[in-house]
């Protein structure tokens, strides 16, 4: 088990930038692919980014490829997520979650999730 927590969220005007960090407990970070996730009010929690054990693979929804990037620092115990150019539907909660398998799409198949970070774009 891994304990994760968020932070970097806020509020941003529309064609911002936001980087959010995922800080990770225990020694067996390098064993996780990591994912972040998003939920807006009133709607299911939704597949952003993930990327595998070694930082080598990385997949995307469409609505961020190419505006948002997801790495890792497995010295650091920390999964990143840079945000370019936001938009006002990038407004959720974010979360980070941690699986044993790469590439993972689906929340119920994280074992390990944060507490969520807001971050919220103005139009």
């Known amino acids: 088990q891994v304990q994760l927590v968020e932070s970097g969220g806020g509020l941003v005007q529309a064609g911002a930038s936001l980087t959010l960090s995922c800080a990770a407990s225990?020694?067996?970070?390098?064993?996780?692919?990591m994912g972040w996730f998003r939920q807006a009010p009133g709607k299911e929690r939704d597949f952003v980014a993930a990327?595998?054990?070694?930082?080598?693979?990385?997949i995307y929804a469409t609505s961020v490829k190419g505006r948002f990037t997801i790495s890792r620092d497995n010295a650091k115990n920390t999964v990143y997520l840079q945000m370019n150019s936001l938009k006002p539907e990038d407004t959720a909660v974010y979360y980070c979650?941690?699986?044993?398998?790469?590439?993972?799409?689906?929340?119920?198949?994280?074992?390990?999730w944060g507490q969520g970070t807001q971050v919220t774009v103005s139009s």
């Open positions: 990327i595998s054990w070694s930082g080598s693979g990385t």
């Open positions: 979650a941690a699986a044993l398998i790469y590439p993972e799409l689906v929340p119920r198949n994280y074992r390990d």
């Open positions: 225990g020694r067996t970070f390098s064993r996780y692919a």
